[in-house]
């Protein structure tokens, strides 16, 4: 027997016993779920538990030592150490914002020790109102992006809107002694060298070369049932119709739509409440949605909102790494929400299981962040209007077995006015064909 045919074997074994887990698991989930509620309606198909602090945490945290190079962070290494901030952190009596401009907030990093939190998206004080005592209802919606805590001065806190230029700081501040001392552990918390980048903000990238492992997964697909009794009140008044691409589920007021090719389930509801949800109602309650239908086992972090549209996106993540797919049908939940509930939703219905180790899958060097900066400008890219730049793992359906999905590391690059990510040879291609009017 040759070793090809060993690996073959040994990879259908795995197969197998994902499947055997993943069926156990949904299983005796739908049990807990109809043991709550036979009525439908009520049901909750999501078995991970999600806290508001992990799907509202940094996607960066960066380690700023006075007269140094700045540090970017492991997340998996830290992730223990965000939980407990949010726990244990308090803020008292705001103060009024003041101005931080971008060349001020270089030089305080450069000259005084830091721990920054930095997130996708903007984040609303009412979000966290445990966290933030006695704060005045015209503050609950206002935003930050990056929080600044000195490693000097432990009650020196800001809260950071980058785009409007505004911090803000607190009168009280109750931060547990050695919680902040503890980012400073090299031993225990893996740092890349960094540099920081003048593109549409000040952008945190691993100065170096890297050498990043592929992941491979076996991916299970989520039954219908596991959602359709989430969705529909009376489910013996469902409609059922087969598509040519999956099935479609329709009551008077909802429809459901499972697209077997591209493994995503649509939800639409007709709603008649036009009741105007602050910021903070709507991401909170878009945060109790996702945690009732999202299975993916490592974390999906807010992303974007997108005011016109009220749409809110959550990103999975594997490994600390976000997960990019195409038009984002594996890596992304999208969801809107009114005063009465849930109006739209794209959910993704494969997640990966069990990771598997294949031959010709294992390390790719990736250049450091300045030498992709370099590569864009070159290419004719303004960098005054890329908004993101970040390493993250391109989902790639495997030619040898479709239950198998390499996760490639790769650079990817977002610019103003589009909000989606390219790598960053598909930003030049498409920069390229730009500016050849085509």
């Not at 980058?162 to 225990?188: C, G, H, K, N, W």
């Not at 598909?426 to 920069?431: F, G, K, M, N, W």
Request: without cysteine; hydrophobic residues 35%.
């Amino acid at each position: 027997m040759t070793w090809t045919h060993i690996k073959h074997i040994l990879l259908g074994a795995l197969i197998v016993l994902s499947l055997f887990l993943s069926f156990s698991l949904l299983t005796t989930g739908s049990q807990s779920n109809e043991q709550t509620s036979s009525s439908g309606g009520s049901t909750t198909p999501a078995l991970v538990d999600r806290s508001i602090s992990e799907v509202f945490s940094p996607s960066q945290i960066i380690l700023h030592e006075a007269y140094d190079n700045h540090q970017i962070a492991s997340l998996s290494d830290t992730q223990d150490l965000v939980k407990q901030s949010y726990k244990r952190m308090r803020f008292k009596d705001v103060q009024p914002p003041k101005t931080l401009t971008r060349s001020e907030y270089q030089q305080m990093v450069h000259e005084d020790s830091w721990v920054e939190f930095i997130f996708d998206e903007k984040i609303p004080f009412g979000l966290f109102s445990e966290g933030f005592e006695d704060i005045p209802s015209d503050y609950e919606n206002r935003t930050f992006n990056r929080v600044l805590f000195n490693l000097n001065n432990q009650s020196r806190v800001l809260f950071y809107n980058d785009q409007e230029e505004q911090t803000y700081e607190f009168e009280e501040v109750r931060i547990p002694e050695d919680l902040l001392a503890r980012f400073r552990d090299t031993e225990s918390i893996r740092y890349t060298e960094a540099t920081g980048l003048e593109l549409n903000h000040v952008t945190y990238v691993p100065s170096s070369k890297m050498n990043l492992s592929y992941e491979n997964y076996i991916v299970e697909r989520l039954p219908d049932r596991l959602f359709i009794g989430q969705f529909f009140e009376e489910t013996s008044e469902v409609n059922v119709r087969s598509t040519s691409n999956g099935q479609q589920y329709t009551s008077l007021t909802t429809e459901v739509v499972i697209n077997d090719e591209n493994y995503t389930l649509s939800y639409l509801h007709q709603r008649t409440n036009r009741e105007e949800l602050s910021l903070t109602e709507r991401l909170a309650n878009s945060f109790q949605e996702l945690a009732k239908v999202e299975n993916w086992k490592d974390r999906s972090r807010y992303k974007a909102y997108n005011s016109s549209t009220g749409e809110v996106v959550f990103q999975r993540y594997l490994n600390g790494m976000p997960v990019f797919s195409a038009q984002q049908l594996d890596s992304e939940v999208a969801l809107r929400i009114d005063g009465s509930g849930m109006k739209n939703l794209r959910l993704p219905l494969r997640i990966a299981q069990t990771p598997i180790s294949l031959d010709g899958y294992d390390k790719k060097e990736l250049p450091g962040g300045q030498e992709i900066a370099d590569k864009l400008e070159a290419a004719g890219v303004d960098l005054s209007t890329v908004t993101g730049l970040k390493v993250g793992l391109t989902w790639e359906e495997s030619e040898e077995d479709e239950r198998v999905i390499h996760f490639e590391p790769d650079w990817y690059v977002n610019v103003k006015n589009d909000s989606n990510w390219y790598t960053v040879d598909q930003l030049i291609e498409l920069q390229g064909e730009s500016l050849n009017g085509l």
